[in-house]
């Protein structure tokens, strides 16, 4: 089955938050924009039309895009972006996939408010658990009073690389009844005792992972990034941006109204927290509740990495008859660092120290940087490529060392490590071959948890842990039974992550942190995976209508 949404319009709007009227850049008027429901194997076709000021692409988050790399989304990676007053039709089919995943724009901050629910339900209508009675799409945001679309851009060139905090955390794109100058912008939800929920939540937010819970009642995790997971249950959902979980609540306390509440999770070890410290809420309201004061949950501390960790490791695959078992073995082993670190200055940064240099960020030691002239993967699939990227990202970083330990940062043997460099390296990998990559936190300039998201596949989560990466001990722990699946993993402050993938899927796939201000510093790479022999391993084609720079 086909699915021609009505086209899907990008225009400038204005709305009213924290009372505050400000003009937002949002898809069919709505924020959090429209969601998009659809059936496991239908193919999509979303028309976008660009009516705002800015550039414009969307990525079609965790949709592993099979042959049709082209319609993924990265701003230069898949695409040249949609440019105002532009259009495109994005086509590509989600077989093999349920569950809850979103589309954001990819170009900017702009993701900020271009962002919405993409949901794949079942094909025959059932769930490895009990049917529920109403599915909710939850998406946790944040909100700023600014112009979103200027924000990376104000701190590049005059920030020092340092993005402005959000004003709010929002749910449904509401801040709540916290935000105390406001208190009429709240999401409600009404429910109907001794039914069960199925809560689609979302961590939209551009820089901040997020904790979730509702008073009095507690949730039973059935899968994260679309990818089914044993029944677990916990009162509190920890989640990073880009990821998301699917949760099964229980109405069966007394009648009343209960706050949901998200709050951030801020793992750095350094430094005093800087975010907006408010609790954004909405109301869970039992029908015949009355109007008593919502009880409110108790939110783990800002820093809890316990509570975090928990739940992030607690988590296992859900095994299926038809969906794949995790390799035993694996053919390309990378182990790379993930981090922020010193960068001499571009010329273009105004306030910049030239001896000093600026805040980055690396894996292995390079700093991406995105390509201006054609997308990579135009580039790659029609030959010129030499001229756009360098296919030697390494598989190590160019030494080994304390990467936990940021006093070492004066050690002169470490020099070559501090002196990043920028580059558009990618990491090319024969078509099927599986991947290993240790990702190794270092804490040059701080530390804290990275949410890597890798475009075009699902990984298995093996391990994670803290301090340095230890084969030895770290093997010992690998689930090479029934590990979680994701698109995205927060690689723990001060620790480390190790996630094996098959690159069964030919074309050009962006990894980067989904904290979004982490991106303009270059934290990304790009695996490039050539064609297979069998057709259907090729990728076909762009579309006729596809973007040129
Ligand atoms: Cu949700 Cu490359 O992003």
């Given at each position: 089955r086909e699915w021609l949404t009505s086209p899907e319009k990008?225009?400038?709007?204005?709305?009213?938050?924290?009372?505050?009227?400000?003009?937002?850049?949002?898809?069919?008027?709505?924020?959090?924009?429209?969601?998009?429901?659809v059936r496991e194997g239908d193919t999509l076709l979303v028309h976008v039309v660009n009516l705002s000021p800015y550039d414009i692409t969307i990525h079609w988050h965790g949709v592993l895009q099979k042959q049709s790399g082209w319609a993924d989304g990265p701003n230069m990676i898949t695409q040249c972006p949609i440019r105002p007053g532009g259009s495109y039709t994005y086509r590509f089919n989600v077989s093999g996939q349920e569950g809850t995943l979103w589309w954001h724009a990819h170009t900017s901050f702009l993701r900020a408010t271009v962002h919405g629910a993409l949901i794949i339900r079942p094909r025959n209508h059932s769930f490895p658990f009990r049917q529920p009675h109403r599915q909710v799409p939850i998406l946790l945001g944040?909100?700023?009073?600014?112009?979103?679309?200027?924000?990376?851009?104000?701190?590049?060139?005059?920030?020092?690389?340092?993005?402005?905090?959000?004003?709010?955390?929002?749910?449904?794109?509401?801040?709540?009844h916290l935000y105390t100058r406001c208190k009429n912008h709240t999401y409600k939800l009404e429910v109907v005792a001794?039914?069960?929920?199925?809560?689609?939540?979302?961590?939209?937010?551009?820089?901040?992972?997020?904790?979730?819970?509702?008073?009095?009642?507690?949730?039973?995790?059935?899968?994260?990034?679309?990818?089914?997971t044993k029944p677990y249950d916990t009162d509190v959902v920890v989640i990073a941006p880009g990821q998301t979980v699917d949760a099964l609540m229980v109405t069966d306390a007394p009648s009343a109204r209960y706050y949901m509440a998200s709050q951030p999770y801020f793992s750095s070890l350094n430094g005093p927290p800087s975010f907006d410290s408010t609790t954004a809420t909405a109301i869970v309201r039992y029908a015949d509740a009355d109007d008593a004061p919502p009880e409110m949950p108790r939110m783990p501390a800002f820093n809890d990495?316990?509570?975090?960790?928990?739940?992030?490791?607690?988590?296992?695959?859900?095994?299926?008859?038809?969906?794949?078992?995790?390799?035993?073995?694996?053919?390309?082993?990378?182990?790379?660092?993930?981090?922020?670190?010193v960068l001499a200055c571009e010329p273009t940064q105004v306030v910049c120290n030239r001896s000093r240099g600026t805040l980055g960020a690396s894996m292995n030691n390079v700093s991406f940087r995105f390509p201006t002239s054609m997308s990579l993967l135009e580039a790659h699939f029609s030959g010129f490529h030499e001229a756009e990227y360098?296919?030697?990202?390494?598989?190590?970083?160019?030494?080994?060392?304390?990467?936990t330990n940021n006093s070492l940062n004066t050690d002169p043997r470490l020099a070559p490590l501090l002196h990043t460099q920028r580059g558009t390296k990618v990491k090319k990998v024969k078509y099927n071959a599986t991947v290993e990559m240790v990702l190794q936190n270092t804490a040059f300039v701080g530390t804290e948890n990275h949410p890597l998201h890798l475009h075009g596949f699902n990984f298995?989560?093996?391990?994670?842990?803290?301090?340095?990466?230890?084969?030895?001990?770290?093997?010992?722990?690998?689930?090479?039974?029934?590990?979680?699946?994701?698109?995205?993993?927060g690689v723990p402050a001060g620790g480390w992550a190790v996630i094996r993938f098959v690159a069964n899927n030919p074309g050009v796939w962006i990894m980067h942190c989904h904290l979004e201000q982490h991106v303009p510093l270059g934290l990304a790479t790009v695996f490039v995976v050539e064609d297979g022999t069998t057709p259907d391993s090729i990728l076909p084609p762009p579309p006729p209508d596809f973007p040129a720079c």
């Open positions: 990008v225009r400038n709007l204005t709305v009213s938050r924290l009372c505050e009227r400000r003009v937002i850049t949002a898809v069919n008027g709505k924020l959090p924009g429209p969601t998009i429901w944040e909100w700023w009073n600014a112009d979103v679309g200027d924000l990376e851009k104000q701190a590049f060139l005059t920030g020092g690389g340092i993005v402005n905090i959000s004003n709010a955390f929002t749910i449904n794109g509401k801040p709540g001794g039914k069960t929920y199925l809560l689609r939540i979302i961590n939209s937010a551009v820089n901040s992972e997020l904790f979730f819970k509702i008073a009095g009642h507690a949730f039973t995790v059935v899968a994260v990034d679309a990818s089914y990495t316990p509570t975090a960790h928990r739940f992030y490791t607690n988590l296992t695959g859900l095994r299926r008859p038809g969906t794949p078992t995790v390799p035993l073995e694996a053919e390309e082993h990378m182990f790379v660092t993930v981090g922020l670190g360098q296919p030697d990202f390494p598989d190590h970083p160019p030494a080994m060392f304390d990467f298995f989560v093996l391990a994670q842990g803290f301090g340095n990466y230890n084969a030895t001990t770290a093997r010992s722990r690998y689930n090479l039974v029934d590990p979680q699946v994701r698109n995205t993993i």
